[in-house]
Structures are given as C-alpha cells and as structure tokens.
T-cell receptor
Framework: AQTVTQSQPEMSVQEAETVTLSCTYDTSESDYYLFWYKQPPSRQMILVIRQEAYKQQNATENRFSVNFQKAAKSFSLKISDSQLGDAAMYFCAYRSASTGNQFYFGTGTSLTVIP | GAVVSQHPSWVICKSGTSVKIECRSLDFQATTMFWYRQFPKQSLMLMATSNEGSKATYEQGVEKDKFLINHASLTLSTLTVTSAHPEDSSFYIC????????????FGSGTQLSVL
C-alpha cells in the first residue's frame, strides 16, 4: 500500500484568513492521482479537489488550491478566505493510475475556523 | 443529491448477531466499490475492494469470514458483519468508484454500528 502522511493533526485559522494543510506521499510510480477530501461533523466525505500527477498546473476550485510538488512528493491544500463551514477533517488521498482503484488516505488534519 | 446511498445510517445490535449494510450507487454503474472502517478521529482504513460479479479482495488483517461482502450488481454492494462483537463497533463507510474520464470516488453517508 502507498503511504500518505499528514503531519498536522490539528490546524486552526481565523475566519477570512488563509491556511495551508500539508500532505506528503511515498510512491515509486510516475502516474497517479491525488485528492483532498473533507469530512465535516456529519461524517459525509466530500471531494474538495483532484490533481493528476502528469499535469504540472496546480488544480484550483474556487477558494481551494493545491501546491503539487511532484519531485518532493508533496501535495498541500490552500484554503483562502476561510469560512466557518470549512471546519472539518481534511484527508489527503492517493490513487495509482496503474495498479488498481484503491484510494489510500492520510491520517487527516482537523481544521478549526475561528470566528 | 446523494449519488451513493448507504443504509442503515446507524444500527445497534446484540453480540453474536449479524448485521447487513447496503451501499447503492444511484445514478451510475459502479464496477468497483470499497468498504472502509473509521475509528473516532482516525483515518479511513480500507477493508476490502469489491468488484461486481467477483469475490472481494480483502486487505491484510481483515477477516473475510467475518466481513462478508457481496457485489451482485453494478449498483449494489453489501457488507455483512457476522457474529458481531463489541470490538466490531465502528463507523463503516462505503464508496463507489466512477472511472475515467470523470474519475471520482463517491462516498456513502456511513453506518455507525454499535454492538452491545
């Protein structure tokens, strides 16, 4: 199984400010996909953003953007203009493009948004 | 609306009984479904991968005779926890995989199992 590491168990951000969540992964593959999922208190997993490894351009979705550093195997999530509804657990995930459809998740980062 | 329906959302059962959890993809055909287990404030642990019409592939350490998975159709996968014990109490999440070009992993809303 691939290893996905989130080194920040907890993070906090002031409302309207910007926060960056870290994720690193270990793989010997060259083609894969990376994801950030959000799990609010309802525990429903929600896709935040997706990145294909073969694309150099960083993915963006409204207030959410990633900093994908393939050589460093780093995939951080930046949340701009943080809102109270952004408070949740955030999971980084990896999927191989060639060895099955399994998604491997990091340990998660709990984000608190301070009003 | 939800594209993956998971039922029930919570269940309480007595030790020794079996519990079945259903996972349905509502508006697409899921050739692959995954079952995860999540302990409080922890990550999702992949239990097994379920492919339609074939036997599920279990992750190391997951007892296949205890966690029976059936994926008889492209829209339905079931997880049966057999002879449940208190240590099986957990939050179980299913997900359905939609392949390229619009690859996504859709999650069910989860099932909280409490075994007394």
């Amino acid at each position: 199984a691939q290893t996905v590491t989130q080194s920040q168990p907890e993070m906090s951000v002031q409302e309207a400010e910007t926060v960056t969540l870290s994720c690193t992964y270990d793989t010997s593959e060259s083609d894969y996909y990376l994801f950030w999922y959000k799990q609010p208190p309802s525990r429903q997993m929600i896709l935040v953003i997706r990145q294909e490894a073969y694309k150099q351009q960083n993915a963006t979705e409204n207030r959410f953007s990633v900093n994908f550093q393939k050589a460093a195997k780093s995939f951080s999530l930046k949340i701009s203009d943080s809102q109270l509804g952004d408070a949740a657990m955030y999971f980084c995930a990896y999927r191989s493009a060639s060895t099955g459809n399994q998604f491997y998740f990091g340990t998660g980062t709990s984000l608190t948004v301070i009003p | 609306g939800a594209v993956v329906s998971q039922h029930p959302s919570w269940v309480i059962c007595k030790s020794g009984t079996s519990v079945k959890i259903e996972c349905r993809s509502l508006d697409f055909q899921a050739t692959t479904m995954f079952w995860y287990r999540q302990f409080p404030k922890q990550s999702l642990m992949l239990m097994a991968t379920s492919n339609e019409g074939s036997k599920a592939t279990y992750e190391q350490g997951v007892e296949k005779d205890k966690f029976l998975i059936n994926h008889a159709s492209l829209t339905l996968s079931t997880l049966t926890v057999t002879s449940a014990h208190p240590e099986d109490s957990s939050f179980y999440i299913c997900s359905a995989y939609s392949p390229l070009p619009n690859e996504k992993l859709f999650f069910g809303s989860g099932t909280q199992l409490s075994v007394l």
